[in-house]
């Protein structure tokens, strides 16, 4: 009984035995490969199968996919601080940080939330990097409206309620146009060189200016702006201070523009109109105002359209268009009082100036 039991069971063994073993697909590197190969020549040839067979591309791998996410759909959703944030988890954020310091620009709101914020964030910038006339860090505003909540505080101690305060040299404020972006509230500059504003709309109803200039060190630049509806003047240069406005539209202020205390404004294809006072007015001794540019005008102003106090010089280099053309419309429109003077360039072809305001006795 028992070696019949072992027979049977050795048949059975047998009968299981028979079956066909299960086949496995063969390997895209070869029936000897271990796994475990070191030799350079077998790698090469292990790697080149396997992109055969798996049609591998180490551009679209999936490390790399994963990083193109990051980089291109995940990191411009982050703001400026998130990214700061990220900087020092790893080699990759610090990367990351590092190019959007390459970039130099800010964009309101997308990467920072407030044009206030965008300068304190700036003025940060400003202390790790080194910014130039030619390569400025550039705040970019988007179409629709930004609203000042700070206050900046003059050369003289006065406050001013709804004013940003430019806090570092090489700066642009870039918006949309000047029918598609509105800053309300005012800019402040003393003693900061380069700074540029352009393709926007500034109005100041609450702090009274639309942009205040002030210092021997200040140089801003204007490209583009209207300057409206402000409680005071459109714009204000003083202590020395220099301002360049080309294409630019100073209307509905209290007063055009003014400038004072030995600054200088040079204004090509600018317009002063519809102003409460005087379009343009320049007072102090060394104070000089230059109009150029054909599409220079000032007119429907309620004071005078240009007006040179105390010995202020106010110079128009427009030959081809006579001086009615010009000024036109005002209250008055030319006017001098204490030593000030009005002169033009009569003469395309001389750049001598003749004193049309006050006339010659």
Same mark, same amino acid.
């Given at each position: 009984?028992?070696?019949?039991?072992?027979?049977?069971?050795?048949?059975?063994?047998?009968?299981?035995?028979?079956?066909?073993?299960?086949?496995?697909?063969?390997?895209?590197?070869?029936?000897?490969?271990?796994?475990?190969?070191?030799?350079?020549?077998?790698?090469?040839?292990?790697?080149?199968?396997?992109?055969? @067979?798996?049609?591998?591309?180490?551009?679209?791998?999936?490390? =790399?996919?994963?990083?193109?996410?990051?980089?291109?759909?995940?990191?411009?959703?982050?703001?400026?601080?998130?990214?700061?944030?990220?900087?020092?988890?790893?080699?990759? %954020?610090?990367?990351?940080?590092?190019?959007? +310091?390459?970039?130099?620009?800010? !964009?309101?709101?997308?990467?920072?939330?407030?044009?206030?914020?965008?300068?304190?964030?700036?003025? =940060?910038?400003?202390?790790?990097?080194?910014?130039?006339? *030619?390569?400025?860090?550039?705040?970019?505003?988007? *179409? #629709?409206?930004?609203?000042? *909540?700070?206050?900046?505080?003059?050369? $003289?101690?006065?406050?001013?309620?709804?004013?940003?305060?430019?806090? !570092?040299?090489?700066?642009?404020?870039?918006?949309? &146009?000047?029918?598609?972006?509105?800053?309300?509230?005012?800019?402040?500059?003393?003693?900061?060189? $380069?700074?540029?504003?352009?393709?926007?709309?500034?109005?100041?109803?609450?702090?009274?200016?639309?942009?205040?200039?002030?210092?021997?060190?200040?140089?801003?630049?204007?490209? /583009?702006?209207?300057?409206?509806? %402000?409680? =005071?003047?459109?714009?204000?240069?003083?202590?020395? @201070?220099?301002?360049?406005?080309?294409? !630019?539209?100073?209307?509905?202020?209290?007063?055009?523009?003014?400038?004072?205390?030995?600054?200088? #404004?040079?204004?090509?294809?600018?317009?002063?109109?519809?102003? @409460? $006072?005087? /379009?343009?007015? @320049?007072?102090?001794? #060394?104070?000089?105002?230059?109009?150029? &540019?054909?599409?220079?005008?000032?007119?429907? $102003?309620?004071?005078?359209? +240009?007006?040179?106090?105390?010995?202020?010089?106010?110079?128009?280099?427009?030959?081809?268009?006579?001086?009615?053309?010009?000024?036109?419309?005002?209250?008055?429109?030319?006017?001098?009082?204490?030593?000030?003077?009005?002169?033009?360039?009569?003469?395309?072809?001389?750049?001598?100036?003749?004193?049309?305001?006050?006339?010659?006795?």
């Amino acid at each position: 009984m028992n070696k019949k039991r072992t027979r049977t069971t050795t048949a059975a063994s047998s009968s299981k035995g028979s079956k066909k073993p299960r086949s496995l697909p063969p390997s895209p590197h070869g029936p000897f490969w271990n796994g475990t190969t070191s030799d350079p020549e077998i790698i090469a040839v292990l790697v080149n199968n396997r992109d055969e @067979a798996f049609h591998y591309d180490a551009e679209t791998s999936r490390l =790399n996919l994963v990083q193109e996410v990051w980089e291109h759909v995940i990191i411009p959703f982050f703001n400026v601080k998130e990214l700061a944030k990220l900087r020092p988890t790893c080699r990759w %954020c610090n990367e990351q940080w590092q190019e959007f +310091l390459k970039r130099n620009t800010l !964009c309101v709101p997308e990467q920072v939330p407030t044009i206030d914020e965008a300068m304190r964030i700036g003025f =940060n910038l400003s202390k790790q990097k080194e910014y130039s006339n *030619e390569k400025p860090l550039v705040v970019v505003l988007s *179409e #629709g409206d930004h609203v000042v *909540e700070g206050s900046w505080t003059d050369s $003289n101690g006065y406050v001013k309620e709804n004013t940003l305060g430019i806090t !570092c040299s090489n700066i642009s404020f870039v918006g949309q &146009g000047k029918d598609k972006t509105t800053v309300h509230g005012g800019i402040g500059v003393s003693n900061k060189k $380069n700074v540029t504003v352009k393709s926007l709309t500034l109005t100041s109803t609450l702090n009274g200016v639309g942009l205040w200039v002030e210092g021997e060190e200040a140089s801003v630049e204007m490209m /583009g702006v209207s300057v409206k509806e %402000c409680e =005071n003047s459109g714009l204000v240069v003083a202590s020395g @201070a220099s301002v360049k406005a080309t294409q !630019c539209e100073f209307s509905e202020n209290a007063e055009g523009m003014f400038v004072t205390g030995g600054s200088k #404004g040079i204004f090509t294809d600018c317009s002063f109109h519809h102003n @409460a $006072n005087a /379009g343009v007015r @320049a007072a102090n001794e #060394g104070t000089l105002v230059e109009l150029r &540019g054909e599409q220079t005008e000032i007119h429907h $102003n309620g004071g005078n359209g +240009l007006d040179a106090w105390i010995n202020a010089t106010i110079n128009i280099y427009i030959p081809s268009r006579s001086i009615t053309a010009l000024v036109h419309d005002n209250e008055g429109d030319l006017a001098t009082t204490g030593g000030g003077k009005i002169q033009s360039q009569l003469s395309s072809s001389s750049l001598e100036l003749t004193v049309i305001h006050p006339l010659a006795q």
